[in-house]
């Protein structure tokens, strides 16, 4: 899993059929404390969630073709699976 914010939504008007009537959202992944690392990547959204969330995504084939419910795609690879309400740290 992987902690991110929503920056930026994906428009297309052709897609190929594993993505037809999905949302893309750009994601850029954050550290618990919302400071940015890594590089930004595409998901598919699960949950509607919009630009400013915090979402946790899943990044693994086998476990988004069962998020987005469709077993028989080859295509999906990375989905939103939450919208994160707080992060409570204990340390």
């Known amino acids: ?3 991110g914010k ?4 994906i428009v297309s008007t ?3 059929i594993g993505y037809k009537a999905k949302t893309i959202l750009l994601i850029q992944p954050i550290e618990p404390d919302g400071s940015y690392k890594g590089k930004t990547f595409l998901a598919v959204d699960t949950v509607q969630a919009g630009v ?3 979402v946790i995504t899943l990044d693994e084939g086998g476990s988004a073709k069962i998020a987005v419910k469709e077993p028989n795609t080859h295509t999906i690879k990375t989905v939103v699976v939450g919208i994160v309400d707080y992060i409570k740290k204990e340390i």
């Open 52 to 54: 400013g969330d915090t």
């Open 14 to 16: 052709e897609r190929i």
């Open 1 to 3: 899993m992987i902690l």
């Open 6 to 9: 929503v920056i930026g939504n």
